[in-house]
């Protein structure tokens, strides 16, 4: 068997796997609720020769095909969470979930990992090793997420995953990948900032303790732990993305609370950041007469791609995409990554797929209401991840 029979059996079923990606964006399920997604999965996967555990970790499902030879077991990941975006496409299989939305294509790698395990388990006898496909819920769920309660439901044991390699559709042209060997993405934390003060008459501030103006302040000094305390080569981002506080235009609030996100590349600036930010959240509120509480939430970890593996993957990628395809990222981008929690337990690569063409441009910003990926993506997607089985399993 070689590779151009896959890539005549991915054509062969490309048209079904895209009708059941449509038949996913229609159901946009949030974090933790993807109940009818993961029983659509299930259906799809029933009558292939897999093991299928339900309800891993949640909604998680974790199918294994097993070869008809010893050798290495692989873990192939697609997440299957929507966001709470209302959908604005004007496409004939929109969300029928009013509010919610697949704005960041997990309804597309669900559908591909769907197809990829229909085309491998056709080849069940030949395949040197196992092959686990772990679609996981919860994915958006930052910083809980959903691929360590699946972790320790046990997906990577019993057999021991050897490696894991996840995808994503990204802004960048079909028939294209992008990623980073070794730090990929960045760390990405959630901070609350609440400061409290006292109440008065917006006529009288002297009779109360400003919460509002103690707020301003820590919004703009936070800034300066960026241009003051990291070195000209360190990288992160500190960024205040809610602020609430005040019923009344002319009352002075007791309480004002701040949320934001911390994005960092690496576990020494992260530790002096949060240093930095407990400092300053309880001086400058105290400077106001104010008192500041700091809580510090450790959300996703960086992605570390292997890499060795990384290597391997252009290698094994190179032919089927051409080397001008395989774009090699100058520096990690600031987005957290769920599956960041697998990378640091088994050797694995995180790449970017893209996802753009003349139809949609401008159309495939991650996050936004008007999110088209492009379908053919899907055909793109299901090659790389056979190629890349058929290579390390010797198929």
């Known amino acids: 068997m070689n590779f151009e029979q896959i890539t005549k059996e991915i054509n062969e079923i490309y048209e ?192 109360g303790a400003d919460a509002i103006v103690a707020a301003a302040g820590v919004v703009t000094t936070l800034q300066s732990i960026i241009s003051r305390n990291l070195g000209p080569s360190e990288n992160a981002v500190i960024t205040i993305g809610k602020i609430n506080g005040g019923d009344r235009y002319n009352v002075i609030p007791d309480k004002v609370i701040l949320e934001g996100t911390v994005r960092t590349f690496s576990d020494e600036v992260v530790n002096r950041i949060k240093s930095r930010l407990g400092n300053i959240v309880k001086d400058i509120a105290a400077a106001h007469g104010c008192a500041g509480e700091l809580h510090y939430y450790d959300g996703y970890d960086f992605i570390w791609n292997d890499p060795d593996l990384s290597q391997k993957l252009i290698g094994s990628l190179t032919p089927l995409l051409g080397k001008e395809n395989i774009r090699i990222q100058e520096f990690p981008l600031p987005t957290g990554e769920d599956f960041s929690f697998v990378t640091k337990k088994v050797p694995s690569v995180f790449f970017w797929i893209g996802t753009e063409c003349a139809a949609n441009k401008g159309k495939c910003i991650l996050h936004n209401a008007k999110f088209t990926p492009d379908e053919e993506t899907i055909r793109t997607g299901m090659n790389i991840m056979c190629k890349l089985v058929c290579d390390r399993m010797s198929l």
Do not use: W
């Open 16 to 207: 079904d796997i895209v009708r059941f990606r449509r038949e996913l964006h229609k159901i946009p399920e949030l974090s933790g609720k993807e109940r009818e997604t993961s029983r659509k999965v299930a259906e799809k996967l029933k009558d292939l020769p897999l093991t299928i555990r339900e309800n891993v970790g949640g909604n998680g499902i974790l199918a294994e095909l097993t070869g008809g030879k010893p050798g290495r077991t692989i873990l192939l990941r697609a997440d299957m969470d929507a966001l709470p975006i209302a959908e604005d496409t004007g496409l004939a299989y929109s969300s029928e979930h009013p509010g919610a939305m697949h704005a960041c294509g997990h309804d597309m790698h669900t559908a591909m990992l769907t197809g990829i395990a229909t085309v491998l388990s056709k080849h069940k006898e030949e395949l040197a090793g196992t092959v686990k496909f772990m679609f996981q819920p919860a994915e958006e769920l930052s910083p809980t997420g959903g691929s360590r309660a699946m972790m320790e439901a046990g997906i990577l044991e019993n057999p021991k995953v050897d490696e894991a390699y996840a995808m994503h559709v990204f802004g960048v042209p079909t028939g294209t990948i992008a990623f980073r060997p070794g730090v990929a993405n960045s760390r990405s934390d959630r901070i609350e900032i609440v400061i409290t003060g006292k109440s008065a008459h917006g006529s009288l501030p002297n009779e």
